[in-house]
């Protein structure tokens, strides 16, 4: 009798175990697959390394460009700089080899593998220095916010922003302040993104032409990241690029303090809509392609779980790099080589970093902070030493280092 009941109670205690036991390893089996992904074991691939980003304005772009330069920089590839003097590739007129750095007419052709400053799409001469294995992409915005930001940026640059009173009173008269014969510096005023991928954007927004416009966008550009969803968009780039978690986690760059975001008043909001079009076709499409292409890649538990860890490394590097964690605006910033470049009514906001680096740690998270001049030149003077550095105008000194 009391060795049944020992027996039984022993059969207890060993079901109990091996049900925990198995508890435990469906869990480890789950994080399992969730984690080796995550951190690159999926494939044997190798990374991509040929890349062309057309960096549309006022989209999150310019941290898009700090996670391209520091993987430029970690792997020593060649990007295709802005020649000179120049900070753009000949934006806003239409990309020419002539504008890239080191590309001499009739000399011998000469490749990059990435290729990501500002210029005006132009395929054929794209094609001239870069690889034909090159994977090509953008980022795009809701153009009613993409407006609200070029607005403030580009208040004294663009003539047809420059005489209006507020964004509402440019909606509401648009005519009245934008004269599309007059100059490229109005490009900013309307139909922004459609005229950086190299289209006509004063074209009249019918229904054929849009059709085939956005065909051939399709065609060229098999990643279309959406700047809303912009840690979704870095999952997708790195499972496109093959790349480490590290090598997408970023700190936002080139943002307003939240004092200079106005916003729309709802009337303004359909104005935009229909007084940017084009771009509005352009981002319901991409929109669309965007998750599609998602979906197709992972299921929505998987995406939530890299997001996840996506954000969880922004956070912790967050706390290894910055004061405070929180970007900081011009006159909080310290070290000048680290103050962006401020332009219109936007406060541009930048970061201090934590004081008592390691000079490893400290490398690594200078390069994550660094602005997208400064960084240009930095890599300018590293694949061109002979060349005399860039100089930026605001920092009123060349800068190298
Ligand atoms: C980087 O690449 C350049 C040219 O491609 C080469 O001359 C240089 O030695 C490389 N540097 C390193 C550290 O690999
Ligand atoms: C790639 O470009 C080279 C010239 O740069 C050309 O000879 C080759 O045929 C191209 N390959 C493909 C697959 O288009
Ligand atoms: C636009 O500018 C052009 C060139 O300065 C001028 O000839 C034309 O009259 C202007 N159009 C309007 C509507 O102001
Ligand atoms: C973009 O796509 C998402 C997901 O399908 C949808 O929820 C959202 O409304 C779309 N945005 C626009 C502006 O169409
Ligand atoms: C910068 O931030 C500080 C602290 O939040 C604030 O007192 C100061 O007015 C800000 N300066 C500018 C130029 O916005
Ligand atoms: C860190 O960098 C400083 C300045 O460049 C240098 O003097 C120092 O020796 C470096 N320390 C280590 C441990 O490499």
Redesign the pocket.
């Known amino acids: 009798m009391l060795l049944t009941l020992r027996g039984s109670m022993q059969r207890c205690f060993w079901t109990l175990l091996l049900l925990t036991l198995l508890l435990l390893v469906g869990r480890l089996h789950v994080d399992m697959e969730m984690l080796i992904p995550l951190f690159g074991g999926q494939t044997e691939e190798l990374p991509v390394t040929n890349i062309m980003f057309l960096k549309t304005h006022k989209t999150a772009s310019s941290t898009v460009l700090n996670i391209l330069y520091r993987f430029a920089e970690a792997h020593n590839l060649s990007v295709a700089l802005p020649a000179g003097s120049l900070f753009h590739l000949g934006y806003p007129w239409l990309f020419v080899t002539r504008y890239v750095e080191g590309v001499r007419q009739g000399s011998p052709k000469r490749h990059f593998n990435i290729m990501c400053n500002h210029l005006r799409f132009n395929l054929p001469e794209v094609q001239k220095v870069m690889p034909n294995d090159t994977l090509y992409f953008s980022i795009l915005r809701?153009p009613v916010f993409q407006l609200e930001s070029s607005f403030t940026y580009y208040r004294q640059y663009a003539p047809a922003f420059r005489a209006a009173p507020s964004l509402d009173a440019f909606l509401a008269a648009p005519h009245a302040y934008y004269n599309e014969t007059l100059d490229l510096r109005n490009a900013c005023a309307r139909n922004h993104m459609w005229f950086d991928l190299g289209f006509d954007p004063n074209a009249p927004a019918e229904e054929g032409y849009v059709r085939a416009r956005l065909a051939e966008a399709e065609r060229r550009f098999p990643l279309v990241l959406i700047a809303e969803h912009f840690d979704e968009s870095m999952v997708l780039l790195r499972r496109r690029l093959r790349w480490r978690l590290d090598d997408v986690v970023s700190f936002k760059v080139n943002s307003r303090s939240p004092g200079t975001v106005t916003r729309l008043t709802p009337e303004g909001q359909e104005r935009a809509k229909r007084w940017c079009a084009l771009d509005w076709r352009l981002?319901?499409h991409f929109?669309?392609t965007f998750?599609a292409a998602l979906r197709a890649e992972l299921g929505p538990r998987r995406l939530r779980a890299e997001v996840e860890g996506l954000r969880a490394r922004r956070r912790e590097l967050a706390a290894l790099c910055l004061q405070d964690s929180a970007p900081k605006n011009r006159t909080q910033i310290t070290d000048l080589r680290l103050q962006p470049f401020q332009s219109g009514q936007a406060d541009i906001l930048g970061y201090n970093l934590r004081p008592g680096l390691d000079n490893e740690t400290l490398r690594m998270c200078q390069r994550m902070v660094m602005p997208e001049l400064q960084y240009m030149a930095h890599l300018y003077a590293l694949q061109f030493p002979q060349k005399p550095p860039k100089v930026i105008p605001f920092l009123k000194q060349s800068t190298s280092g």
């Open positions: 809701n981002y319901r929109n669309r998750w």
